[in-house]
């Protein structure tokens, strides 16, 4: 795959829910690949449909009536939409990290994401300005959930992935539209908090949330039909999470800890104890740019483990710096809540690259805590 380009998209919207349906429909039109993941061939029971739209209009109020205006306008049965059969897509894997207040250079809260995958990959930016919604900014999945994203109140909520080798089950939200949920309902750490604590998630992975106010959590989510487990990390200085559990309470669910996971999550761990008090918006650039393990950018896109986006939100001054592709410093660019309402496709380069010791890299690791996995770094 070397030296490959891959294309990202940037949607705006705004308008009614309806509205920005149809305007994804035009989106998919001049987008083949787009169209190619998000329709499917066969068409889903109908009852099941009907269940999996009561869910979304409880818990993400609107999102049915984009769905519907992307299905009228292209004249698809609902039916046959991916954002309805949401267990044949694979998650990706990510670092997520939080410096909060007390260890920041300015007193800001500091958000870092990368986000990692193949390229076969939805790689859509929106920005969003929904009728009665807070606007976000965020990159889709399945075009109405989202894998990340901060809201116009300063709500920032990203994810890690927790579902390699055991996958969730049952009924429930999947990850991508709990965080859309969350996006638009909520505005304060105390806000999300609550609604995760009273939606049915299907989803086995690490939810980063953060708000203007200085707040953060880590809730971590496992779900195995009736077996359902959320558990938050707080700290007073900075979070970390990268592909596995990290809560003791959680530790009987975290049956897939990889070695690069942990590699990830010590390298980050350990930048922060050292840099207390200096952080800042470049020291966050800093980590996304490196290559693992010195930071947690992977150039192993073969291996389902590239880093096709990195983000760094400010929560205390509501703004967010994007880098489509491996982060370098060239490349960030500061996205809008106001951009004009314009999509437009971005090229960037992606070269492939393997672990120099594999067996060692993808090594299965037992459940524990990171400092018996230190002895396996």
Same mark, same amino acid.
């Given at each position: 795959?070397?030296?490959?380009? !891959?294309?990202?998209? +940037?949607?705006?919207?705004?308008?009614?829910?309806?509205?920005?349906?149809? +305007?994804?429909?035009?989106?998919?039109?001049?987008?083949?690949?787009?169209?190619?993941?998000?329709?499917?061939? *066969?068409?889903?029971?109908?009852?099941?449909?009907? &269940?999996?739209?009561?869910?979304?209009?409880?818990?993400?109020?609107?999102?049915?009536?984009?769905?519907?205006?992307?299905?009228?306008?292209? %004249?698809?049965?609902?039916?046959?939409?991916? !954002?309805?059969? *949401?267990? !044949?897509?694979?998650?990706?894997?990510?670092?997520?990290?939080?410096?909060?207040?007390?260890?920041?250079?300015?007193?800001?809260?500091?958000?870092?994401?990368?986000?990692?995958?193949?390229?076969?990959?939805?790689?859509?930016?929106?920005?969003? $300005?929904?009728?009665?919604?807070?606007?976000?900014?965020?990159?889709?999945?399945?075009?109405?959930? $989202?894998?990340?994203?901060?809201?116009?109140?300063?709500?920032?909520?990203?994810?890690?992935?927790?579902?390699?080798?055991? $996958?969730?089950?049952?009924?429930?939200?999947?990850?991508?539209?709990?965080?859309?949920?969350?996006?638009?309902?909520?505005?304060?750490?105390?806000?999300?908090?609550?609604?995760? &604590?009273?939606?049915?998630?299907?989803?086995?992975?690490?939810?980063?949330?953060?708000?203007?106010?200085?707040?953060?959590?880590?809730?971590?989510?496992?779900?195995?039909?009736?077996?359902?487990?959320?558990?938050? $990390?707080?700290?007073?200085?900075?979070?970390?999470?990268?592909?596995?559990?990290?809560?003791?309470?959680?530790?009987?669910?975290?049956?897939?800890?990889?070695?690069?996971? !942990?590699?990830?999550?010590?390298?980050?761990? *350990?930048?922060?104890? %050292? +840099?207390?008090?200096?952080?800042?918006?470049?020291?966050?650039?800093?980590?996304?740019?490196? &290559?693992?393990?010195?930071?947690?950018?992977?150039?192993?896109?073969?291996?389902?483990?590239?880093?096709?986006?990195?983000?760094?939100? *400010?929560?205390?001054?509501?703004?967010?710096?994007?880098?489509?592709?491996?982060?370098?410093?060239? +490349?960030?660019?500061?996205?809008?809540?106001?951009?004009?309402?314009?999509?437009? %496709?971005?090229?960037?380069?992606?070269?492939?690259?393997?672990?120099?010791?594999?067996?060692?890299?993808?090594?299965?690791?037992?459940?524990?805590?990171?400092?018996?996995?230190?002895?396996?770094?």
């Amino acid at each position: 795959m070397s030296n490959q380009f !891959v294309s990202f998209s +940037k949607f705006v919207s705004e308008g009614s829910h309806y509205e920005i349906g149809t +305007k994804l429909a035009h989106t998919l039109r001049n987008n083949p690949e787009l169209m190619r993941i998000n329709i499917q061939g *066969d068409c889903m029971d109908s009852f099941l449909l009907k &269940k999996k739209q009561i869910l979304l209009d409880e818990f993400c109020p609107g999102v049915n009536e984009e769905i519907i205006g992307l299905s009228d306008s292209l %004249k698809i049965p609902l039916g046959k939409l991916a !954002v309805f059969a *949401d267990d !044949v897509i694979e998650a990706g894997a990510c670092s997520q990290f939080a410096a909060l207040p007390s260890i920041t250079s300015d007193g800001h809260t500091l958000i870092g994401r990368s986000y990692e995958f193949s390229t076969e990959d939805e790689m859509c930016l929106c920005v969003t $300005r929904a009728d009665g919604k807070p606007a976000h900014i965020g990159f889709s999945l399945l075009l109405f959930g $989202r894998f990340d994203g901060i809201n116009e109140h300063g709500l920032t909520v990203s994810m890690s992935s927790c579902e390699f080798g055991q $996958r969730p089950f049952g009924e429930g939200l999947w990850f991508p539209f709990v965080l859309r949920s969350l996006l638009d309902n909520c505005s304060s750490v105390e806000d999300a908090i609550y609604l995760l &604590k009273n939606m049915p998630i299907r989803s086995n992975v690490n939810l980063l949330i953060a708000d203007t106010y200085g707040n953060a959590t880590i809730a971590e989510t496992a779900s195995f039909g009736d077996d359902r487990k959320i558990s938050f $990390r707080n700290s007073e200085d900075f979070l970390v999470a990268t592909n596995h559990y990290e809560s003791n309470e959680m530790l009987p669910y975290d049956n897939n800890r990889r070695r690069h996971s !942990v590699i990830r999550y010590n390298t980050i761990k *350990d930048y922060f104890s %050292k +840099k207390k008090g200096s952080i800042s918006v470049e020291s966050i650039k800093t980590i996304l740019e490196e &290559k693992v393990p010195k930071g947690v950018c992977c150039p192993f896109y073969e291996d389902c483990l590239g880093t096709l986006h990195s983000m760094v939100f *400010d929560t205390t001054e509501i703004s967010v710096q994007v880098c489509f592709g491996a982060a370098s410093p060239q +490349k960030w660019e500061k996205i809008s809540f106001n951009s004009p309402c314009e999509n437009s %496709k971005i090229q960037v380069p992606i070269n492939n690259e393997f672990p120099q010791n594999p067996t060692t890299f993808w090594e299965h690791l037992n459940p524990g805590s990171m400092e018996q996995n230190r002895l396996h770094r």
